[in-house]
């Protein structure tokens, strides 16, 4: 990055928009440190569950209830979660979220109570960032974080971006930072995804960190072809081929046998959805409760219940995908030290095992992986203070600092070559040894391209980054998705079609000019150790 | 894809510039914003939300621009509906009364569909529901 524009400093830097992030700083905020935010785009709009509508994981601290939620989740999570986590995300949320009551208009729950799990997105991020001002928090909108600064001694010092909106570079010095920058969906125009390209897994990887699960990077969203919605309208449609032919398609609730035969059927000519079905109060309602998902159907045409349009499956990569970076302890610190990560960009395994978890559960994770981030954040800050006057070396590479001669890039084909390998049906539904090896092989050749002849300044390091983050995470997701020589839970291998026993562990990956994976062997113990006592 | 901003409408606070997530407006001299970079829009139609005077209009497809008659718009009634609709435009509560029944529909929905197979499929193993596909 040339030149260093605008400083600051701060107890405590979160990078990211979103809840995980805007949680994160209320908590920090909370314990006294003095935060400062950074957000690539505007916190309210920014990332996924602003134009979405998430329910948290919601269950009462009644006797037993609680230890059977966790125990329904934990058969569910193909022994990859963490019971103590789960517990923890439900009683964290339960309490947190009445919080917001002055920032967020919380409604009936249609039994005479109040309905605090559901909350809509626009108004939800737009409570968080009124609540995160509210705190103390310095918000600091269109932002991007480009790379962080390390001591010499390896903890993190802070991070360096580009202010979009006033075109000047920023370096902004910390005691701790927080990446709460989403996962990635390869820019699969997924709603309200085009901001989660990765960024904090490539910054933090360039720092010393270690990622997880990236092999559960499989899921997708069924929305109108055309255009990427919320899915409440679609679980109940029928599906047909171009000529009328109805399509047999097993339900949302069958999982992956629903997403392979529609992929399936994709692959061979358009799909087209016919919601006559779907529930007739939904229909009635719809607008009062999603008005986003309506909107672009009447601006096309369609009647949205009656007529029937082309679908297809949006990817979700790490959204709904499981992976993100390694935690190695309860505040969410990640493999750096003073370097923590919530929502997304850490890995959900904790929670969610090798599924999805679905959004309840997600959110439920962004909301506490966010708070327990901030207060390690704090913390950090008290303990070890700024550090501001020491020496900091930026340490971001692909994008930023070629290793070679720097010449043009076709970035547009090179992103189209990442979401052919990253998020095309058939590579990531039905994956085999022989289309992962070839993935791989193609990978690495555009990453080597990146980083030996990528230079950007000004603006264009924004994009040159965000390239730079997609294609190093689809290396790290093929490289895992290789590793794992079975079918696990979202992670579904052609050639390896049954569950491995001797597999029953997590999957750390890693590694820029080398990708590289190992089991994380020893979270692989405490289930069996208490299954056996 | 963002389409068309109403200058006679736009009151140059520059609300979508900075609501936009993806940047793709910028601020110029004369006070009506831009659409600079329509290349980053995401369609997610943040910016008619954010916009206190309805001066902005979000074309349905977020893959092709397409061409939009402003005239014909502001009948069609589209303008500023979707900030209606979120009752963004007045400060009257209930515009959430609605909103716990997302869970539900979603899963009535999805139990529309699991019956509907069941029926088609009497003679097969049950529905397999171990990776039950949560929404």
């Known amino acids: 990055m040339a030149g260093s524009g605008v400083t600051a400093e701060a107890d405590v830097l979160i990078i990211g928009g979103g809840m995980a992030a805007t949680w994160a700083a209320i908590s920090a905020a909370r314990e006294g440190a003095e935060v400062l935010l950074v957000d690539k785009g505007f916190v309210g709009t920014s990332g996924v569950t602003a134009t979405g509508g998430p329910n948290h994981w919601w269950v009462a601290p009644e006797p037993g209830l609680r230890d059977a939620a966790v125990e329904a989740r934990y058969a569910r999570s193909y022994g990859l979660a963490d019971r103590e986590w ?19 208009p919380f409604d009936t729950d249609g039994r005479g109570g109040i309905y605090y799990s559901g909350l809509r997105g626009p108004e939800y991020l737009r409570a968080l960032r009124r609540y995160a001002l509210a705190t103390g928090v310095d918000i600091r909108d269109h932002h991007p974080a480009l790379e962080l600064l390390l001591h010499p001694d390896g903890s993190v010092a802070g991070a360096a971006g580009y202010a979009r909106l006033t075109r000047t570079n920023w370096s902004i010095r910390a005691a701790s930072v927080v990446l709460a920058t989403g996962g990635c969906a390869f820019r ?29 990077s499989t899921a997708y969203s069924l929305s109108p072809a055309w255009n990427s919605t919320r899915t409440l309208p679609y679980p109940s449609a029928r599906f047909f081929d171009a000529d009328g032919n109805e399509i047999d398609v097993p339900p949302p609730l069958s999982g992956a046998a629903h997403n392979r035969a529609l992929a399936s059927a994709m692959l061979a000519g358009p799909v087209l959805a016919d919601l006559g079905d ?37 990817g979700e990569g790490t959204i709904r995908g499981t992976g993100g970076l390694r935690i190695i302890d309860e505040d969410c610190q990640t493999d750096v030290p003073g370097l923590f990560a919530a929502g997304d960009a850490a890995t959900r395994e904790l929670i969610a095992g090798a599924t999805s978890g679905g959004g309840a559960q997600n959110s439920a994770w962004a909301l506490t992986s966010g ?52 998020i095309a ?50 290396r790290w997701c093929t490289a895992a998705a290789l590793a794992r020589t079975e079918s696990r839970g979202m992670h579904l291998r052609d050639d390896f079609p049954d569950l491995d026993p001797a597999q029953e562990h997590r999957l750390l990956v890693g590694g820029l000019d080398r990708v590289w994976t190992r089991p994380d062997i020893a979270v692989d113990t405490r289930p069996r150790m208490e299954a056996v006592a | 894809m963002i389409a068309h901003v109403f200058a006679d ?30 290349d ?25 621009p397409e061409p939009v008659d402003p005239e014909a718009l502001l009948t069609s009634g589209q ?57």
């Not at chain 2, 979508?16 to 004369?30: K, L, R």
């Not at chain 2, 980053?40 to 977020?62: G, K, N, R, S």
């Not at chain 2, 963004?88 to 997302?102: H, K, S, Y």
């Open chain 2, 79 to 135: 303008v500023g509906k979707l900030r209606h609709d979120y009752g963004w435009d007045r400060d009257a509560p209930g515009q959430l009364a609605e909103f716990w029944r997302l869970g539900p529909l979603l899963h009535e929905g999805a139990e529309i569909a699991a019956r509907r197979h069941a029926a088609r499929h009497r003679d097969d193993a049950p529905l397999d529901r171990s990776s039950e596909h949560e929404i």
């Open chain 1, 278 to 314: 779907a529930p007739a109060l939904l229909k009635q309602i719809l607008p009062r409760i999603q008005p986003a998902s309506p909107t672009p159907f009447k601006r096309k045409g369609i009647d949205l219940f009656a007529d029937r349009f082309e679908v297809k499956l949006y």
């Open chain 1, 371 to 422: 708070l327990a981030a901030g207060v390690g954040a704090a913390a950090t800050a008290r303990h070890r203070g700024r550090r501001a006057d020491g020496p900091a070396r930026p340490v971001g590479g692909a994008g930023l600092r070629p290793t070679s001669l720097v010449r043009p890039i076709d970035e547009r084909a090179l992103v189209k070559e990442v979401q052919d390998q990253a």
């Open chain 2, 9 to 38: 409408r736009c009151t140059g606070c520059n609300d979508c510039v900075s609501a936009c997530p993806t940047h793709v407006f910028d601020p110029t001299p004369g006070g009506v914003p831009v659409i600079a970079r329509l």
């Open chain 1, 188 to 216: 699969s125009g997924l709603i309200g995804s085009d901001t989660n390209t990765g960024d904090g897994y490539l910054m933090a990887t360039e720092a010393g960190a270690v990622l997880s699960g990236m092999e559960f």
């Open chain 1, 86 to 104: 789960m517990a923890r995300i439900i009683d964290t949320t339960w309490r947190t979220l009445p919080e917001l009551a002055g920032y967020y």
């Open chain 1, 425 to 474: 049906y058939d590579k990531v539904l039905w994956r085999s040894d022989a289309a992962l090896t070839a993935s791989q092989t193609l990978l690495d050749q555009l990453w080597r391209e990146i980083a030996a002849h990528r230079q950007a300044d000004g603006l264009d390091q924004v994009g040159a980054r965000e390239v730079a983050a997609m294609t190093a995470t689809a």
């Open chain 2, 40 to 64: 980053q829009c995401q369609t997610c139609f943040m910016c008619e939300l954010y916009c206190p005077a309805d001066a902005l209009y979000v074309a349905p497809d977020q893959r092709t």
